[in-house]
């Protein structure tokens, strides 16, 4: 056996790919070289909260310092630190991410100057079960700029045992002074037949194995939240199946359509909805290159069809460029309503 499938059994990571990083994180934790502050990057559903859960999980774990004579699994779940974790209640882990507005009941834009001071104070003060203390922060992008300062701090001054774990779908919205200072790790789309095995473990039939693991563009999460929530997957179909509809139409039927096909005002639902968009756009690409049994939405391949017979592949190609500079559009803070105008104006 290879000296890194050893220390790989000695772990029970419910991890979908990202071997690299995987290996990286349980070297350091096998020969304890933690480092103070991570930033793990990549797109949202490839898996980046679950890797850091599983490394959290693993620095708490009572027997990861032990030796491993039982041959026990890391995390073991059954040591005191385990079940405080599994219980939600270990008084050494803080999960941060924005609040919400008690008025609007929406999601505030930032995460505050006062959550990463709160953070700072419970880092500064001594573990009673003389653990690491550790606080993962989810969306680090959207860190005020005041609070992105706070950390800073936290960063050039870091207290022994503590462990700051960033999340960020957006990397250059990281102040670079806060990301020198990390170990940054870049998560990348996970393999097909990686998202397929693991779907297949999870009893998930072959059919709709294939079909998931080909529109979930390399996102584990994003495939196992379909295979898992059917009702998820019919809103899906429903927004795939609208799209379809609005592409076919005129221009002005399209402007008057947008408003009922996405949500203007709220940004994460117009990325979410870029994002089945551009699934469709690929299927009618499939469709034009005779590649039909790739495509994501069989359920309305004769809509498709007919559709992808009114595009040339230029065209099609044309959409997809103009796609995805809507969303680097909506990333840069441009109108949102503007961007989804110009862009179905374009098709
Ligand atoms: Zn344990």
Same mark, same amino acid.
Request: with cysteine; aromatic share 6%.
């Given at each position: ?140 992008? +959207? $860190?005020?700029?005041?609070? &992105? *300062?706070?950390? =800073? %701090?936290? /960063?050039? #001054? ?86 379809? +509809? $609005?592409?076919?139409?005129? &221009? *002005?039927?399209? =402007? %008057?359509? /947008?408003? #009922? ?87």
């Amino acid at each position: 056996m290879s000296k890194d499938a050893e220390e790989n059994s000695r772990f029970n990571w419910p991890i979908v790919g990202h071997l690299n990083i995987v290996n990286y994180l349980q070297r350091s934790l096998t020969n304890n070289s933690i480092a103070h502050a991570y930033l793990f990057v990549g797109t949202p559903h490839l898996g980046k909260a679950t890797v850091a859960k599983s490394f959290t999980d693993s620095l708490i774990c009572q027997n990861l310092a032990k030796d491993n004579e039982d041959n026990e699994k890391i995390p073991c779940g059954s040591c005191n630190g385990c079940k405080q974790i599994k219980n939600g209640i270990h008084p050494d882990v803080y999960w941060l991410s924005r609040e919400v507005n008690d008025k609007t009941d929406k999601l505030k834009k930032n995460i505050s100057i006062e959550q990463i001071r709160q953070i700072q104070s419970k880092l500064s003060l001594h573990s009673f079960l003389n653990s690491y203390k550790i606080a993962i922060i989810d969306e680090a992008e +959207t $860190l005020s700029l005041e609070a &992105a *300062n706070a950390l =800073l %701090k936290l /960063l050039e #001054e870091p207290t022994a045992k503590t462990v700051l774990i960033l999340l960020t779908a957006n990397l250059a919205k990281i102040p670079k002074t806060v990301a020198s200072r990390c170990q940054v790790l870049k998560f990348l789309p996970v393999k097909y037949e990686d998202i397929f095995d693991h779907l297949r473990s999870l009893k998930v039939d072959r059919k709709k194995a294939t079909v998931l693991a080909n529109l979930s563009f390399g996102q584990p999460g994003m495939a196992i939240n379909y295979a898992t929530d059917n009702e998820l997957y019919l809103d899906f179909q429903d927004q795939a199946k609208q799209f379809v +509809t $609005l592409l076919g139409s005129k &221009a *002005n039927t399209r =402007l %008057k359509m /947008l408003g #009922e096909v996405v949500d203007l005002k709220d940004i994460n639902s117009i990325k979410d909805s870029l994002n089945i968009w551009s699934k469709v756009l690929r299927d009618l690409v499939l469709i034009k290159l005779n590649n039909e049994n790739l495509i994501s939405n069989h359920r309305f391949l004769t809509d498709l069809k007919e559709l992808a017979s009114k595009f040339s592949p230029k065209s099609l190609a044309s959409t997809i460029i103009n796609l995805n500079s809507s969303r680097r559009y909506l990333d840069a803070n441009v109108n949102p309503k503007l961007v989804l105008e110009n862009l179905v104006l374009n098709f």
